[in-house]
């Protein structure tokens, strides 16, 4: 079982920065890969970006790409999305996620274990 706790939200002002961060519970956090996801008011969950259990494969989506970067730190059981140049449409509620694989994936369904979900807030 694998428990995960995000971390970092907050409200900011466009074009700011924000690090959240998941720290994750459990043995095996380093053979899993991780994703982040997020929800806006009366919308889907969409993906955000993944990373593969070793760090090695990362994938964006495309209204993130350039200007977050996701990474892991698997010694602290710990992974992280920067992000910079913040836009309003980047508000939503962000959820940290775990695969039962090592290998990464961009849809919800691949994915096992989630958080409870930090709150971001970019003010225009």
């Known amino acids: 079982q694998v428990q995960l706790v995000e971390s970092g939200g907050g409200l900011v002002q466009a074009g700011g920065s924000l690090r959240l961060s998941c720290v994750a519970s459990?043995?095996?956090?380093?053979?899993?890969?991780m994703g982040w996801f997020r929800q806006a008011p009366g919308q889907d969950r969409e993906f955000v970006a993944t990373i593969s259990w070793s760090g090695s494969r990362i994938s964006y989506a495309d209204s993130v790409k350039g200007r977050f970067t996701i990474s892991r730190d698997n010694a602290k059981n710990t992974m992280y999305l920067q992000m910079n140049s913040l836009k309003p449409e980047d508000t939503a509620v962000y959820y940290c996620?775990?695969?039962?694989?090592?290998?990464?994936?961009?849809?919800?369904?691949?994915?096992?274990?989630w958080g409870q979900g930090t709150q971001v807030t970019v003010s225009s």
């Open positions: 996620a775990s695969r039962s694989v090592s290998t990464i994936a961009t849809t919800l369904s691949q994915y096992r274990y």
């Open positions: 459990g043995p095996t956090f380093s053979s899993y890969a």
